[in-house]
């Protein structure tokens, strides 16, 4: 297979690539964009598969090592897809990462011991500068990529009792100028192994890397997940860029780019969808201003209005707009196929249904769009926030389901740790309804005044059980 040929099907695997990235910017075509991301990939393997064994003259030993990798992977990742619970989808998220940094690191750990077998060189002759400038960097973006993923997966599972996989974050004095120290003799070691090809440089440089990936995510507290995620989606893609650079391979090249450079456009939105600026959530996240809740006590002596599931379903049957927000709580409870079958009782009497969605609702970005879609909630019932937030001062009743900052009116409020976030204007409708397991606060560790407005009413109790109830009370 000439060099021609090869060139011209990653174009063509990166032209799928493309279009799957177009099809999954909306729900309706989100099947299409996965089915030509998963052909662009199969184009990029057997292209790749039948290059080794051209490479290897007509014989294909090496392909047993590359087929059983790829029946191992293969096999693991169908398993995890099958069993993975939507509630658990970003943590999965966050070990895809993970394993993508480590897979940089190992291929640059591999050429830059054997930069012959990877056509870089011819056997015998050192590495140039520039080739080795291109493996420092998708080395150390990898190894940041691994260890904050890591890091990302504990806090996001938030069932590990190890400090710093808990979802607090984790900050001590003086850290942002140990990061900057750290990352300037990061810096310094990765510049002496492009000039030397010291492997002392290149090694400890890597240790560096993986150091600094805990650092940099430690201090993030969960409300910020959403960006952390989508922010270590585009390390990954940097990572592949910079290995494709150096294996002079364009399929990693225009993958790494895409996913990287989608990936940066992703945490700007999420960003601008917390009012926070980017560099503030790497220095420290939400977390910490968590110290401005208010004490548990203090929550507990202000009264709020409580009703049963009953109660909530006789507002819902006598409205005549409903808007659902749904919410991590939502998701956690696994409602989501309830709530669906709830709207449809309410819309077989003739109410009209709509669910809102913040961007940052949930674990990570889309996450509640993910969570509607697997109960085939109709995509016209699903509205952005910005489309849906004029509608709640018409609306009759809005149904809050495990959400908690997304729609506090704090962000109103001028000292608050999220004032500016921009919110679902929720306490602008007739009447509230929240489900909620407690009055505890959510990730920005703020109280929630929506809570005790005279028009809300509190359903206490997991999320499945009091929407079914609900729905039985309706019929």
């Not at 000439?2 to 493309?18: Q, R």
């Not at 196929?337 to 949930?362: C, N």
């Not at 920005?444 to 109790?461: C, S, W």
Request: glycine share 12%.
């Amino acid at each position: 297979m000439s060099m021609n040929i090869v060139t011209l099907l990653y174009l063509v695997a990166s032209v799928f690539f493309i279009q799957a990235l177009k099809g999954l910017s909306h729900p309706t075509t989100s099947l299409r964009g996965n089915l030509f991301g998963m052909t662009g990939m199969l184009i990029a393997i057997l292209t790749t598969a039948a290059l080794i064994v051209e490479t290897a003259g007509g014989k294909a030993f090496g392909m047993v090592y590359v087929l059983g990798a790829l029946v191992v992977g293969g096999g693991a990742g169908t398993i995890m897809a099958k069993r993975v619970e939507m509630t658990k989808m970003p943590e999965l998220v966050a070990f895809m990462h993970s394993m993508i940094g480590l897979a940089a690191v190992f291929i640059a750990v591999a050429a830059v011991a054997e930069p012959y077998a990877f056509g870089i060189v011819a056997k015998g002759l050192e590495i140039p500068a520039g080739n080795r400038l291109e493996l420092f960097l998708g080395a150390a973006i990898g190894a940041v990529t691994f260890s904050g993923s890591v890091i990302a997966f504990g806090k996001l599972s938030g069932k590990y009792k190890f400090r710093l996989f808990q979802g607090a974050p984790v900050t001590f004095p003086g850290q942002h100028k140990i990061n900057l120290v750290l990352g300037l003799l990061l810096l310094g070691l990765g510049l002496t192994f492009m000039l030397t090809g010291s492997w002392t440089a290149f090694f400890a440089m890597l240790a560096l890397a993986f150091v600094m990936g805990v650092l940099i995510i430690i201090p993030i507290g969960g409300a910020d997940m959403p960006v952390v995620v989508s922010m270590l989606n585009s390390y990954s893609g940097w990572a592949a860029a910079g290995i494709g650079f150096s294996l002079n391979n364009a399929m990693l090249i225009i993958a790494g780019s895409l996913v990287g450079s989608s990936g940066a456009i992703l945490s700007y939105i999420m960003c601008k969808a917390m009012n926070r600026s980017f560099f503030n959530v790497i220095l420290g996240g939400f977390g910490g201003e968590a110290g401005q809740a208010p004490a548990a006590g203090d929550v507990a002596k202000r009264n709020v209005k409580s009703g049963s599931a009953d109660d909530a379903a006789f507002i819902l049957s006598n409205a005549e707009t409903v808007i659902i927000v749904p919410g991590y709580g939502l998701a956690v409870a696994r409602a989501q196929h309830s709530v669906k079958e709830l709207a449809q009782k309410l819309t077989d009497r003739g109410i009209t249904v709509k669910y809102a969605i913040h961007p940052v609702a949930g674990r990570m970005p889309g996450h509640m769009n993910v969570l509607l879609a697997e109960a085939e909630v109709p995509y016209d019932q699903v509205f952005e926030m910005e489309d849906i937030n004029p509608e709640f001062g018409q609306a009759d009743v809005a149904i809050i389901l495990g959400a908690n900052d997304v729609v506090n009116p704090a962000a109103h409020v001028k000292g608050s740790a999220i004032y500016g976030m921009p919110i679902l204007e929720a306490f602008k409708a007739k009447t509230v309804i929240v489900n909620k397991r407690s009055m505890a606060a959510g990730y920005a560790g703020l109280d929630n005044e929506l809570f005790y407005m005279d028009k809300t009413m509190m359903v206490f109790g997991d999320a499945k059980k009091v929407i079914e109830d609900m729905g039985k009370a309706i019929e």
